[in-house]
């Protein structure tokens, strides 16, 4: 690749990720979004959190050391929205994931 298409695409990338990150940004300065909006635009965090969660628990490897192996971490899991739903702590959910993780690494 030579220099200057190195740097049209550079620009243009450059431009573009600017674009779609400043624009929208000075366009609504000021304004209210409507309610609808902004309940899904809150949405998105823990949408992806659950998909980074979600490929992490579920593998096609998952069951290759044994059902329990596989197991584990599904259990743990459940403890951890147990704990979410009472406490809405993160840090108590890390706790009791990382706790029941360990209890039943001993079983």
Known sequence: ?????FLTLYLT????MLACRCIPMFVL????LPEKVSEALGLIPPAAFAAL??????STTMFS??????LM???ASLVVVVVARKTKSLIWC???GVGCYVLLTLI
Do not use: E, H, Q, Y
């Open 73 to 75: 971490p599904l259990v």
């Open 53 to 58: 969660v979600a490929n992490d628990l579920f």
């Open 94 to 96: 890390v706790i009791a």
């Open 1 to 5: 690749m030579s220099t200057s298409d």
């Open 65 to 70: 050391n044994g059902v329990w192996a596989g």
């Open 13 to 16: 990338t450059l431009v573009t």
């Open 29 to 32: 300065k000021g304004r209210d």
